[in-house]
C-alpha cells in the first residue's frame, strides 16, 4: 500500500471515530459540529488515553461554569471576556463527556444526571451572579432589589423547563431513529419502581439521585399528554419492535423540530448571554430574552409535537395499524 492510500485509510479510520462520538446528525446543531464537538473529541481522545472517566469530565465542567458565573458579576469587560471563555471551556467539557461515553460504551444512569445537572449548576451560578451584580451598579435595582430577583428567579425557572423539554423531545426523536439502544429515553414508572426497590440506608446517595431523576422525568411526561398516549399504543401493539415505515414517518414530521430544541439548549441562548454581557453592559437583558424569545419558542415547539403525537396515535386507532403489521421490522 503505498503513502498516499495509507494517509486516506488514516482519514476514514479518523472520521469513522469521529462521527462514532456523535449522537447523530438529526440532533446535531450546525455550530456544534464546527466548534464545541471538534474541540470535544479532542478532549474525549485525550482522556480515553490517560482513563479520565465521563463523569470526572463533566465535574470539572462544574468548576468551570461556577468560574464563569463569578467572573460575570464583576462590571469590568476583561474579567468578563474571562468568563466567557470559562463557559465555553466548560461547554466543551460538556460535549467531551458525551462523546468519550459514547467512544468508550460508559453509559450510566449517573452520568446522565450529572451531565444534565452541570448546565443547571452554571446558570445558577450566572443568575445569582448578575443579580448581585445588578444590585450593585444598577440605579433602578439599587432602589428595588427585589424586581431582579423576581426576574432572575422567574428566568432560571423557564431555563429549567426550556432545556428539559428541549432535552425530552430530542430523546425521543433519536428512540425512533436508533431505537431503545441509541436513546436515554427512560419512563418515570420504571424510575419510581427502581427507586421504591433501593434501601435508604444502604443506598442512600443512588436513592437520592434516582428521585431526582425520576421527578423531572414525571415532570416531562406530564407536559406531553399526547406523546404518553402514543408510547402507550405503540408499546401495546408492536411492544419494542416498532415498524420501520412509522419510524420514518416519525421522523420526518419530527425532524423539523429538532432545530428548536437546538435553540433552547446552549448556543442560542449562551450568544444572547455574552451579547447582554459584553456588547450592551446590561446582563438583566439576557432574562427578558429567556422570558420572551426562549419561551415563545418553547410554547410553539411542544404545541407543534403534541400536535404531531395526537396525528399518529388517530392514526393508529383508525387503520394505520394494519397498514403497519404489514411493513418490514427493524
Given amino acids: 500500500m503505498n503513502r498516499d492510500n495509507i494517509t486516506t485509510e488514516n482519514k476514514k479510520r479518523k472520521d469513522s471515530g469521529y462521527r462514532s462520538s456523535l449522537k447523530s446528525m438529526d440532533t446535531e446543531e450546525t455550530f456544534d459540529l464546527i466548534f464545541y464537538r471538534p474541540i470535544g473529541y479532542v478532549w474525549a481522545l485525550g482522556a480515553r488515553k490517560v482513563g479520565i472517566t465521563p463523569n470526572a469530565i463533566t465535574i470539572a465542567s462544574i468548576f468551570l461554569g461556577i468560574g464563569a458565573g463569578i467572573s460575570f458579576y464583576f462590571n469590568n469587560f476583561w474579567i468578563n471576556l474571562l468568563g466567557v471563555f470559562l463557559l465555553v471551556w466548560a461547554d466543551s467539557f460538556d460535549s467531551a463527556d458525551g462523546q468519550l461515553a459514547r467512544m468508550t460504551g460508559q453509559y450510566s444512569r449517573l452520568g446522565r444526571i450529572l451531565d444534565g445537572l452541570s448546565g443547571e449548576i ?35 425557572f423557564c431555563h429549567g423547563l426550556q432545556t428539559s423539554m428541549a432535552d425530552y423531545y430530542r430523546q425521543f426523536h433519536l428512540f425512533f431513529l436508533k431505537g431503545k439502544e441509541g436513546s436515554e429515553l427512560e419512563t418515570a414508572s420504571a424510575l419510581w419502581k427502581k427507586f421504591h426497590s ?109 400536535h404531531i403525537c395526537r396525528s399518529f396515535v388517530n392514526q393508529l386507532k383508525t387503520g394505520y395499524i394494519d397498514e403497519a403489521q404489514n411493513s418490514n421490522y427493524n
Fill in 122 to 156: 452554571w446558570f445558577f451560578s450566572i443568575y445569582l451572579a448578575i443579580c448581585l451584580r445588578e444590585i450593585v451598579t444598577s440605579h433602578f435595582f439599587i432602589l428595588h432589589p427585589w424586581t431582579i430577583w423576581v426576574l432572575g428567579a422567574t428566568a432560571g
Fill in 198 to 306: 433501593l434501601s435508604w440506608k444502604h443506598n442512600f446517595f443512588s436513592k437520592l439521585v434516582l428521585g431526582f431523576y425520576a421527578n423531572y422525568t414525571s415532570g416531562q411526561e406530564k407536559r406531553t399528554p399526547w406523546m404518553q398516549k402514543l408510547r402507550l399504543i405503540l408499546n401495546e401493539k408492536f411492544g419494542s419492535h416498532i415498524p420501520l415505515s412509522f419510524r420514518e414517518k416519525f421522523r420526518a414530521k419530527s425532524l423539523p423540530l429538532m432545530k428548536y430544541t437546538n435553540i433552547l439548549t446552549f448556543n442560542v441562548r449562551s450568544f444572547a448571554l455574552f451579547a447582554a454581557i459584553l456588547i450592551f453592559r446590561m446582563p438583566w437583558l439576557y432574562f427578558v430574552f429567556e422570558l420572551t424569545v426562549l419561551n415563545i419558542l418553547l410554547i410553539y415547539m411542544m404545541n407543534r409535537h403534541e
